[in-house]
């Protein structure tokens, strides 16, 4: 299936994931727009604490929708309140510290925000249920992030006025939302799976609603490739490690079809980094057992860390980042 927005050619190109360690926005924007060069992302700084999070920053893209920390989690609040106000702070000192460092680029610019679907997983209704209980809530989560990401699309562009941009919808939760494996709030049980098509749907509305293209990351078992491609992603992100040869199909049809893969191959935790294109050497596996175009492989496949840095030494990321693109480099020079 092609998609309106396809992914940019980028030959041998390396990307990561999202978060980085520390709390510090300008040596995180240093680091990645100086590492990667072909496409640097906007970092994220988990380790500040509560609206710096993953979901504290996706309740933060949200448009009359407000969140709070309570001691159970994320849960729906009446109006805006502390937490909201961190998220979109910290948010502005990240969009800073990246507008800093990428004066007169004009390359391909990656973004970063939660999917509908991990909100819904994540976030507790006023009555204390996760959101994804409810329907109608789930649909309003759905409505408020594709018009807060909007927002932050524009506030990019007039930052980083040269760059093309790409928007990774992180969705770690999607495979969980799909096999009814969600836990409910108490924990005691589990909530009903969601329909596939509502599930798509759902995706495919925030999706086609956006002007760019959008790469959809989960680094959990079971990414659902086809229902991502359908809904409209351009690319899918993924942990090489959890691919198995049950996928072959899938993930050959998404290649054939236009589909980018970001491949998660690099440790994203300290440890000694082998040669860079050892850490490629499942993907070049994998071209020759799909019998794929060994000349596609580098303009098909971006490496990246296996999922994000916040949990690494801010040594160990930037040895990462250096390591990802050398073995995206190695797809090119060695295909086979």
Same mark, same amino acid.
């Given at each position: 299936?092609?998609?309106?927005?396809?992914?940019?050619?980028?030959? /041998?190109?390396?990307?990561?994931?999202?978060?980085?360690?520390?709390?510090?926005?300008?040596?995180?924007?240093?680091?990645?727009?100086?590492?990667?060069?072909?496409?640097?992302?906007?970092?994220?700084?988990?380790?500040?604490?509560?609206?710096?999070?993953?979901?504290?920053?996706?309740?933060?893209?949200?448009?009359?929708?407000?969140?709070?920390?309570?001691? *159970?989690?994320?849960?729906?609040?009446?109006?805006?309140?502390?937490?909201?106000?961190?998220?979109?702070?910290?948010?502005?000192?990240?969009?800073?510290?990246?507008?800093?460092?990428?004066?007169?680029?004009?390359? $391909?610019? =990656?973004?970063?925000?939660?999917?509908?679907?991990?909100?819904? $997983?994540?976030?507790?209704?006023?009555? /204390?249920?996760?959101?994804?209980?409810?329907?109608?809530?789930?649909?309003?989560?759905?409505?408020?992030?594709?018009?807060?990401?909007?927002?932050?699309?524009?506030?990019?562009?007039?930052?980083?006025?040269?760059?093309?941009?790409?928007?990774?919808?992180?969705?770690?939760?999607?495979?969980?939302?799909?096999?009814?494996?969600? =836990?409910?709030? *108490?924990?005691?049980?589990?909530?009903?799976?969601?329909?596939?098509?509502?599930?798509?749907?759902?995706?495919?509305?925030?999706?086609?609603?956006?002007?760019?293209?959008?790469?959809?990351?989960?680094?959990?078992?079971?990414?659902?490739?086809?229902?991502?491609?359908?809904? /409209?992603?351009?690319?899918?992100?993924?942990?090489?490690?959890?691919?198995?040869?049950?996928?072959?199909?899938?993930?050959?049809?998404?290649?054939?079809?236009?589909?980018?893969?970001?491949?998660?191959?690099?440790?994203?935790?300290?440890?000694?980094?082998?040669?860079?294109?050892?850490?490629?050497?499942?993907?070049?596996?994998?071209?020759?057992?799909?019998?794929?175009?060994?000349?596609?492989?580098?303009?098909?496949?971006?490496?990246?860390?296996?999922?994000?840095?916040?949990?690494?030494?801010?040594?160990? $990321?930037?040895?990462?980042?250096?390591?990802?693109? =050398?073995?995206?480099?190695?797809?090119?020079?060695?295909?086979?």
């Amino acid at each position: 299936m092609s998609t309106e927005y396809s992914f940019p050619e980028l030959n /041998g190109a390396a990307t990561a994931v999202g978060s980085m360690p520390g709390t510090d926005a300008r040596e995180a924007a240093r680091t990645v727009v100086g590492e990667l060069d072909r496409l640097p992302h906007l970092p994220e700084l988990p380790a500040r604490g509560p609206g710096a999070d993953m979901i504290g920053r996706g309740a933060g893209l949200l448009v009359e929708l407000f969140a709070q920390t309570e001691p *159970s989690g994320w849960r729906f609040s009446d109006r805006p309140g502390r937490d909201t106000r961190r998220a979109h702070s910290w948010l502005g000192e990240d969009l800073d510290a990246l507008e800093e460092f990428t004066q007169g680029y004009d390359g $391909a610019l =990656k973004l970063q925000a939660v999917g509908p679907w991990t909100l819904a $997983a994540s976030i507790e209704l006023h009555y /204390g249920e996760k959101a994804l209980s409810d329907r109608g809530a789930c649909r309003d989560i759905a409505g408020s992030l594709t018009e807060g990401l909007r927002r932050h699309l524009a506030d990019v562009r007039k930052r980083v006025p040269g760059a093309q941009l790409v928007l990774q919808l992180d969705e770690p939760s999607l495979p969980a939302v799909l096999a009814g494996s969600v =836990k409910t709030a *108490s924990g005691f049980q589990r909530l009903r799976a969601v329909d596939r098509q509502h599930a798509e749907q759902a995706l495919r509305d925030v999706i086609g609603a956006l002007d760019v293209p959008v790469v959809v990351h989960s680094c959990a078992p079971g990414v659902p490739i086809p229902l991502l491609r359908r809904a /409209g992603a351009a690319a899918v992100s993924l942990d090489f490690s959890f691919l198995t040869e049950r996928d072959d199909d899938d993930l050959g049809e998404a290649i054939e079809g236009g589909t980018a893969v970001l491949a998660g191959v690099v440790p994203s935790a300290d440890r000694e980094l082998s040669d860079p294109a050892g850490s490629v050497q499942g993907v070049r596996t994998l071209w020759r057992r799909l019998g794929l175009d060994p000349e596609l492989l580098g303009r098909r496949v971006l490496v990246t860390p296996t999922c994000g840095l916040a949990g690494a030494s801010p040594r160990y $990321a930037r040895a990462a980042l250096s390591h990802t693109v =050398k073995a995206a480099q190695s797809l090119v020079d060695t295909p086979e």
